[in-house]
């Protein structure tokens, strides 16, 4: 948990009654907040999901799908209730905890306001712990909810910019949270030369002669167990033949998809995370002797791929079904949209 979220939780903590010795910050670490929501306020956003890395670009390039989860925020004169609908739904903790609400309370500090007490509302389409951005929708949508809410007084809301560095911070990089933010294709990087980690990231104009499909399997994984698999350290032959793939994968995504293929080659990453997903490794190597431009999506299972042709071939389509994975024909999806009220997704 990033500082401004842990010193935000244990405020809310405190003030809510959820007070907890092993939630301490010190008081030069508080931000001051300036002012007080009134009960009553409703605001709304809209997030994607993402797809991170596309192979080569590790950590570091991101799209954006036309999946998404709609979160809702009331401000109330107490207390902490927290409704979740969809995925997620009876697994995901309903208190403090839950990832929504530290991103709505940080938001708030953020921006300099708080409020007494939070409905927050939660209706998820994206899949968890499939590699495709739950965690990063969760955090983006709270931050941007916090927006609808201050918009409806004197504060200011939060840029693309500060939406884009405090969602990065929960996951220490902005690949995923880029790319809820800002929509379509990006590229983002992380300053590390002060004395916290600044994270940027500019979109990308995505071909449009490029077609996005998904692939997600029953199983589930965790980013943090696949992550574990990586070396600590690789080879400069490696490094060179990754660094020349992300550089040709923007040129891919932007001016030349009949690069696709090559694009999309790999080999930091995928191949080591493997032995923890066989299926979808396997499914994997069909979809790439098939010539289609396919990749894990972030840390898996699901894959993502990126192709020219209006359609997958049929051998691709039957051994996925066949093999428990779901396909969608998909496009790239908007940046985060937020609303002083209640939006629902069109």
Avoid at 32 to 42: D, E, F, I, Y
Avoid at 131 to 136: D, N, T, V
Avoid at 183 to 208: C, F, M, N, Q
Wanted: hydrophobic share 45%.
């Amino acid at each position: 948990m990033c500082r401004h979220c842990l010193s935000t939780l244990c405020s809310w903590s405190r003030s809510w009654g959820w007070a907890s010795e092993s939630l301490s910050v010190t008081q030069s670490e508080s931000l001051l907040v300036t002012q007080m929501l009134p009960a009553g306020l409703v605001a709304s956003a809209v997030v994607s999901a993402s797809s991170a890395n596309l192979g080569p670009g590790f950590d570091s390039i991101g799209l954006a799908l036309s999946l998404c989860d709609e979160i809702v925020v009331e401000t109330t004169d107490s207390g902490l209730v927290v409704e979740v609908e969809g995925e997620g739904a009876g697994q995901v903790p309903l208190g403090p905890e839950h990832l929504v609400v530290r991103a709505v309370e940080c938001g708030l500090q953020a921006v300099g306001v708080r409020a007494a007490g939070l409905v927050v509302r939660s209706r998820n389409d994206i899949p968890h712990s499939c590699g495709l951005g739950s965690s990063a929708a969760a955090v983006v949508g709270g931050l941007a909810a916090v927006n609808g809410l201050v918009a409806q007084t004197d504060s200011i809301p939060l840029t693309d910019a500060q939406l884009i560095q405090l969602s990065s911070e929960f996951e220490g990089h902005p690949d995923n949270a880029a790319a809820a933010v800002l929509g379509g294709a990006v590229v983002s990087w992380i300053d590390r030369t002060g004395a916290e980690p600044k994270y940027s990231a500019v979109p990308l104009r995505l071909h449009p002669d490029i077609h996005l499909y998904c692939a997600i399997p029953e199983e589930r994984s965790l980013t943090a167990e696949t992550r574990v698999l990586l070396p600590a350290q690789v080879s400069h032959d490696d490094a060179r033949f990754n660094v020349s793939r992300a550089a040709l994968l923007v040129v891919a995504l932007t001016e030349r998809p009949d690069l696709l293929m090559a694009a999309t080659e790999d080999v930091l990453h995928q191949a080591q995370r493997g032995p923890a997903m066989p299926a979808s490794a396997e499914y994997l190597r069909l979809l790439r002797c098939n010539n289609v431009g396919a990749t894990l999506s972030g840390a898996g299972p699901s894959l993502i791929a990126l192709s020219t042709e209006a359609e997958l071939p049929l051998e691709v389509l039957e051994y996925g079904t066949t093999n428990g994975f779901t396909i969608t024909e998909m496009t790239a999806g908007e940046g985060v949209r937020w609303n002083p009220g209640v939006t629902v997704p069109g």
